[in-house]
């Protein structure tokens, strides 16, 4: 049974750093494309970034974020820095296709 399990969002002052983690089971994260999606308050589902062969970030994320995966933990990251208010949303890991999804992380960057 596939299963993922987000955790490490919060509240964040602006400026500062935040490390997503997911945790998968039933299948290998190495094995597959995985993505960071976010869902930003009245905007909606926004692609964050995806780790396969190599990595892709969106414009909004780029030089800030950092995908990477463990593959011994069976873990997903995503690193976060220089946040800013508009990275506020609910924080979903999702495996390639978008056949599965965590519950999701709160992340509120606000002073």
């Known amino acids: 049974q596939v299963q993922l399990v987000e955790s490490g969002g919060g509240l964040v002052q602006p400026g500062g750093s935040l490390r997503l983690s997911c945790v998968a089971s039933g299948f290998t994260v190495s094995t597959y494309r995985m993505s960071w999606v976010r869902q930003v308050p009245g905007k909606g589902l926004e692609w964050v970034s995806e780790?396969?062969?190599?990595?892709a970030y969106a414009d909004s994320v780029k030089g800030r974020f950092t995908i990477s995966r463990d593959n011994a933990k069976n873990t997903l990251y995503l690193q976060m820095g220089s946040l800013k208010p508009e990275d506020t949303g609910v924080y979903y890991c999702?495996?390639?296709?978008?056949?599965?999804w965590g519950q999701g992380t709160q992340v509120t960057v606000s002073s």
């Open positions: 780790i396969d062969t190599g990595t």
């Open positions: 999702v495996t390639e296709g978008g056949d599965y």
